[in-house]
């Protein structure tokens, strides 16, 4: 009964985060209760639940005979107390660093729901519940952390714990036995390949699973109408042009280190080249604010921030796993989703991704 309760919180989590994201409108249908039974491996009655618990915030209604529709969202209540007041503001500061790292707050308030579910569970020395966790590390990706936030669509048995550390970070943890997947694009200029080449380097004589989750578009981030007339590479030398960088280590600073070495530009000669962020959001953030010109980072990242995005190349962002691991029951569940029409909607709603190679498994 207890993991009923757990289940129909999550499938009313994820309906909401959709409804939120635009995946459904006013007016249209949800799903039938048959189909989230099955989608889910649960009972008509705890998936009836969930929508119950939709139509009492107000998202959705239900008819006889004309199924579930979409109603609206759901009202904010005012802070009404000092105490209420000071906890709003710990919020959201803690709201705003969760952002930076790329993260929507539709992802913010359905993880806090779920964690204050099992906070309960343990507090009442209830039964916890029977998921297991899968560790990743690796280059930052919005995407990826939709899938971790989301991964009871993928797998019912498994959540995903990730940590964006940056593409070479990951691989090294994964070397080391700490994660059980990676995520990384580490460009070799020589071959003109995607991690190839770095895992031969890391994992000699291992065989390795390169899953691709997706093409992403990469490329020049600047404010709405391009003030600096910033067109390529060769601009970040103008003396005008203030930059901001990723860490070393990243995939998106591997690239643009290959793209400099190419154009023969000297780093010294670009201003704030030391500035360097670890993720896309923020890179998009320093831009937006005015504090940086141009960033090297994704459209999607463009898109989130409102700016102009000068396109530059098609990476491919893999997901890396050990032979032994590759077999197991919640990477060949990752697959099997990464090539469905679900994902493919996501990635269309994100922008600035190329699905037709998403599933595709290389190897070492």
Known sequence: ??????????????????????????????????SISETWHCTLGTAQRSYQKLAEEGLVKSHIGKGTRVTGMVP?????????????????????????????????????????????????????????TILFAG????????????????????????????????????????????????????????????????????????????????????????????????????????????????GTRVYLDALLSKHGIDPVAIIGFENQKTNHAEVALEVSEGKADVGLGLEAAARAYDLDFIFETLECYDFIVKEKFFKSQPVQELISWLKTDRFQQILSNMGGYDGKNSGEVRWT
Not at 102 to 125: C, I, L, N, Q
Request: charged letters at 25%.
């Open 139 to 250: 280059s930052h990706d919005p995407v990826v952390a939709w899938i971790a936030t989301h991964f009871n669509e993928v797998s019912v048995r498994y959540n995903l714990n990730i940590n964006f550390s940056g593409s070479l970070a990951g691989l090294m943890t994964l070397a080391d036995g700490k994660v059980d997947i990676a995520g990384s694009h580490l460009w070799d200029r020589e071959t003109e390949t995607y991690n190839t080449n770095m895992l031969k380097t890391l994992f000699p004589g291992e065989k390795m699973a390169m899953i691709t989750m997706a093409n992403r578009r990469l490329g020049w981030l600047m404010r709405r109408g391009n003030p600096k007339s910033f067109q390529s590479t060769q601009d970040l030398a103008r003396s005008d042009i203030r930059f901001v960088n990723r860490h070393a280590g990243s």
């Open 1 to 34: 009964m207890d993991d009923e309760k757990y289940q129909y919180i999550q499938i009313a989590a994820s309906l909401r985060r959709d409804i939120f994201n635009g995946l459904y409108k006013t007016g249209d249908s949800l799903p039938s209760l048959r």
């Open 76 to 132: 904010v209540k005012p802070a009404d107390t000092l105490r209420q007041a000071s906890l709003i503001n710990q919020s959201e500061k803690f709201l705003i660093e969760l952002l930076t790292s790329g993260y929507t707050p539709v992802e913010v308030e359905d993880a806090f729901r779920v964690a204050m579910e099992r906070w309960r569970k343990v507090s009442h020395s209830q039964n916890i519940s029977t998921q297991q």
